[in-house]
């Protein structure tokens, strides 16, 4: 799953893209929403990776690898540690969470690897509504992960 968040500081929104693959980097779901706030970046950035794993928590998935252009707090999840006062509480979800599933990695990847993720969260600035899609996706959305450098994703 690769995430994305993106402060919008003319408009005071908070815009968030989720995308998961597939082994072979085909669509399974994507996921925009946004939120009218002045956030700050690494809140929101974490705050994305703990809904993208509450999501694969509600679908049933047992493996998962998420992917963030964030490295900031994807290497203080690899390190385990939750003592940040601006997102302790996030990072103390987001380790809790891992544990449900029998496989689970953090991976920093460069944004041009997250191009999916990054384009649903500028897709979400105007969204009155959160959207998902499952199954069928729109052509653009179909078209942006099939030119992304970022779809061969390792397998876990």
């Known amino acids: 799953m690769n995430t994305d968040a993106s402060l919008n500081i003319q408009k005071q929104r908070v ?3 989720i995308v998961a693959r597939k082994d072979d ?9 946004s939120e009218d706030k002045l ?7 974490a705050q994305d990776i703990r809904q ?3 999501i694969a928590k ?6 998962v690898l998420i992917q963030s252009d964030c490295k900031g707090i994807i290497d203080k999840i690899n390190a385990r540690k ?12 987001i380790l809790k969470l891992r544990q449900v599933f029998t496989e689970c990695s953090f991976s920093f990847i460069k944004r041009e690897g997250n191009f999916v993720a990054h384009h649903l969260a500028k897709f979400a600035i105007n969204l009155m509504n959160d959207f998902e899609w499952q199954e069928f996706f729109p ?3 179909t078209s942006l992960a099939r030119n992304d450098v970022g779809a061969s994703a390792p397998a876990l």
């Open 15 to 17: 815009e968030r893209g």
């Open 25 to 33: 980097g085909g669509l399974i779901g994507a996921w925009a929403d």
């Open 39 to 45: 956030g700050e970046p690494a809140v929101e950035e």
């Open 52 to 54: 993208a794993l509450n």
């Open 58 to 63: 509600q679908k049933g998935w047992r493996k």
């Open 82 to 93: 939750a003592e940040d006062p601006h997102i302790g509480v996030i990072l103390f979800d």
């Open 139 to 141: 052509d653009w959305l």
